[in-house]
T-cell receptor, first 119, second 114 residues
Framework: NAGVMQNPRHLVRRRGQEARLRCSPV?????VYWYRQLPEEGLKFMVY????????ESGMPKERFSAEFPKEGPSILRIQQVVRGDSAAYFC?????????????????FGQGTRLTVV | AQKITQTQPGMFVQEKEAVTLDCTYD???????LFWYKQPSSGEMIFLIY??????QNATEGRYSLNFQKARKSANLVISASQLGDSAMYFC???????????FGSGTRLLVRP
């Protein structure tokens, strides 16, 4: 991939705890996208952020989920009071620009994902 | 609404043979891109190949080629000379050029037999 780093790779949380997922985009990229992959399904868009701004959170559940991309540091996807249904793989992708034609423009390259298991 | 359909949940192929993974899509946008990703058992998403809706020629990347039939709205992935390491989940995805969201299909699990 193009150097998107996600951590942790695996995260286990008990029901009711908080989960924090981190994504460090490729150096110089100011656009971050989060996707969720439920077991045996394809990825689904959650949220699109630019530095210090949420551009589109239409795919993110209204409650318990939040995302940020501060001026300094990684993007964080935060899930409060996790439930078993939150168990999934969460992927982050980054781009230097908003979508333009071609695979290099945006989200063609993903991080390795964080696998969240809620027990 | 945009939609990607992958009708083959699982497929087998003999090592060294070619295999075609099907993908059909639905969009009313004239300008869009089609992507294929590989997801091995380790879980990462590996970008394989891209086809733009206005590209005149089918995309190729090494052993991967995309059989793009615009009128039929299909974008099948062809893997030639299959290798054991090709065993993985394969996802087809689409993005309108006016958007940033990738829309994924449900995937096809490919198993390469020795």
């Amino acid at each position: 991939n193009a150097g998107v780093m996600q951590n942790p790779r695996h995260l286990v949380r008990r029901r009711g705890q908080e989960a924090r997922l981190r994504c460090s985009p490729v150096k110089g990229h100011s656009h971050v996208y989060w996707y969720r992959q439920l077991p045996e399904e394809g990825l689904k868009f959650m949220v699109y952020l630019q530095k210090e701004n949420i551009i589109d959170e239409s795919g993110m559940p209204k409650e318990r989920f939040s995302a940020e991309f501060p001026k300094e540091g990684p993007s964080i996807l935060r899930i409060q009071q996790v439930v078993r249904g939150d168990s999934a793989a969460y992927f982050c992708a980054s781009s230097p620009l908003q979508s333009a034609s071609g695979p290099q423009a945006s989200e063609a390259f993903f991080g390795q994902g964080t696998r969240l298991t809620v027990v | 609404a945009q939609k990607i359909t992958q009708t083959q949940p699982g497929m087998f192929v003999q090592e060294k043979e070619a295999v075609t993974l099907d993908c059909t899509y639905d969009t009313s946008d004239p300008s869009y891109g089609l992507f294929w990703y590989k997801q091995p058992s380790s879980g990462e998403m590996i970008f394989l190949i891209y086809q733009g809706s206005y590209d005149q020629q089918n995309a190729t990347e090494g052993r991967y080629s995309l059989n793009f039939q615009k009128a039929r709205k299909s974008a099948n992935l062809v893997i030639s000379a299959s290798q054991l390491g090709d065993s993985a989940m394969y996802f087809c995805a689409m993005r309108r050029d006016s958007s940033y969201k990738l829309i994924f299909g449900s995937g096809t699990r490919l198993l390469v037999r020795p």
